[in-house]
């Protein structure tokens, strides 16, 4: 079995949100299956100076107006949270909560998350949001809101952010695909290509 393509995100990322649309079919098409890896941006650019692109001049006002094209392109209605970026350590660590029990229950959590902020405009980063998003999948709100607090997966989100980073991770989506890394929702097309050729 080839190894699993690694796709990892920031749950404040709009263009991560894109990815997560996609990923799994991108990686089925070539018979792969996807590690999602969710970590902390703010972390990133504490270590490398960055800023959220939304706040950077003249960028911040091209990103506004890309990812309502990107999303019509894609067919769905896309809507900012407020606040945005907003703080996505609620999500992440109620993802390595689910993921230890049930992967592909944690990976709808995942898409579930982003269809509420990015569709629905929800404040992710509030605990009692993060656990009705779980509660529409089958989730018992106490035991997520309970998790969120317990010392063991707050140090798992600390580790795997520690990972990602060490991976090469900077930003949200980054893919790697056999080692070799991939930044941004608009490389997709080219992971495509890559993993249809066996890489260049």
Do not use: C
């Not at 649309?21 to 996807?34: C, K």
């Not at 605990?127 to 998790?147: H, N, S, T």
């Amino acid at each position: 079995m080839p190894a699993p393509i690694t796709f990892y995100f920031e749950f404040s990322s709009p263009y991560g949100h894109f990815a997560a649309r996609e990923i799994e079919a991108l990686a089925a098409r070539h018979g792969r299956t996807v590690d999602w890896k969710p970590y902390l941006m703010g972390v990133v650019m504490k270590q490398t100076g960055m800023v959220p692109l939304i706040q950077v001049p003249l960028k911040g006002d091209y990103m506004k107006r890309d990812l309502q094209r990107t999303a019509r392109e894609m067919g769905f209605d896309f809507k900012l949270p407020d606040p945005f970026p907003f703080l996505a350590v609620a999500p992440s660590r109620a993802f390595y909560w689910l993921h230890d029990r049930d992967p592909a229950l944690a990976n709808r959590f995942a898409r579930a998350i982003y269809d509420a902020a990015f569709m629905e405009g929800r404040d992710m980063s509030r605990p009692d949001a993060v656990a009705e998003v779980g509660a529409g999948l089958g989730i018992d709100k106490d035991e997520l809101r309970a998790a969120l607090k317990d010392d063991a997966v707050k140090e798992r989100l600390r580790i795997e952010t520690d990972k990602a980073i060490e991976s090469g991770a900077f930003g949200s989506p980054f893919v790697m695909v056999d080692g070799e890394p991939f930044w941004g929702f608009d490389r997709f097309p080219e992971i495509e290509r890559w993993l249809e050729s066996g890489g260049w």
